[in-house]
């Protein structure tokens, strides 16, 4: 009976030790992979085939933990837990070294996320300017409408007036008085005519919000753009991008709708990841708007189905 105890004694410390093990690695996996998928998403498998073959080491040396002598039980315990305690403390510095990197990253995408908008906003404020300015010139049109009516050519007088209707519409097709919402719609538009997007536009809005024009700018601008990069992948018959704006008991309200091909990646913890190559250099759109909006009181929405993306932002008391 002693003899029978002891063997379940340790046949259940053997199990025990061997779930100990795999579950803890398994964890350490998990950190990696994680890492991995946010960093290095092409180069996952090699991470899983090289992590594959460690975890297969560790199957030996604990098999030479439970049939060798007691040197190689104590050589094969020694290396378990050096595989384990050196995969912790790597994980731990390199998961610390990605968070410096990200933060590092993201602050100089942000700097230059807000000096970009910032010189777009003063670029497309001059157009903006320049275009009021041209509008108002054509009233100087009149005059040959004037002398055309004079002579009694109605044809000519309707074709001018075709055309001159049809180049003001072409200059704006955003006109709430917001100079930031409409230049940066504007401009967006402007920028995307060779794509064929399609722009619907649902804008009620006051002329002046309670909030820095250049975020302002950010904020939409990044939505836009990533709608576009959307849009930009499927058919350009499909291309179409929806934008919305109301404002609602002192808070602004503002959604942004586009179809897009289906596909979306993601981490392990839900983050959409930017599909384009430079990684390091890509990515950054929601994260500048999610730090916009932190430093403006305001919260951000993303869902999506098989068809379409939608964005919802909030910014509370802009009025």
């Known amino acids: 009976m002693t003899i029978v105890r ?64 007691n040197r190689i039980q104590m050589l094969s315990a020694c290396g378990i837990f050096s ?24 602050d100089a995408m942000y700097q230059q996320q807000l000096e970009y908008y910032s010189r777009q906003y ?11 300015k041209m ?5 100087n049109q009149y005059i040959l409408i004037k002398a055309l009516a004079e002579k009694g050519d109605c044809p000519a007088i309707i074709e001018i007036m075709k055309q001159m209707h049809q180049e003001v519409e072409g200059l704006v097709r955003c006109k709430t008085g917001n100079l930031a919402v409409d230049a940066v719609i504007n401009y967006k538009i ?22 820095n024009d ?10 836009i753009d990533n709608a576009i990069e959307a849009c930009r992948r499927i058919q350009s018959g499909k291309r179409r991008i929806q934008i919305s704006m109301v404002v609602q008991k002192k808070n602004l309200f ?25 990684t390091i250099h890509h990515g950054f759109g929601i994260s500048i708007m999610e730090e916009l909006l932190r430093n403006n009181y305001g919260t951000m929405e993303i869902a999506w189905d098989k068809q379409e993306f939608c964005l919802r932002m909030i910014l509370y008391m802009v009025i």
């Open 6 to 69: 002891k063997k379940k004694t340790k046949m259940t410390w053997r199990i025990l030790l061997f779930l100990v093990m795999n579950l803890f690695y398994l964890f350490l996996g998990y950190g990696y992979f994680s890492i991995f998928l946010k960093h290095h998403y092409n180069r996952r498998f090699l991470f899983l085939g090289g992590w594959g073959a460690l975890w297969l080491m560790m199957f030996v040396l604990y098999y030479y933990l439970v049939y060798g002598t």
């Open 83 to 106: 595989i384990l305690l050196v995969s912790s403390i790597v994980l731990g510095l390199y998961d610390r070294i990605q968070e410096d990197v990200d933060e590092k990253v993201r």
């Open 122 to 132: 003063e670029d497309i404020s001059r157009t903006q300017q320049e275009t009021r």
């Open 135 to 139: 509008r108002h010139e054509l009233k």
């Open 190 to 211: 402007a920028a995307t005519q060779e794509d064929g997007i399609q722009f619907e536009l649902n804008l009620n809005i006051p002329t002046k919000f309670d909030i």
């Open 214 to 223: 250049v975020k302002l700018c950010g904020l939409l601008g990044n939505a």
């Open 254 to 278: 503002i959604e942004v709708k586009n179809p897009y091909d289906g596909t979306l990646l993601q981490d392990t913890k839900g983050k959409l990841l930017t599909r384009k190559a430079q």
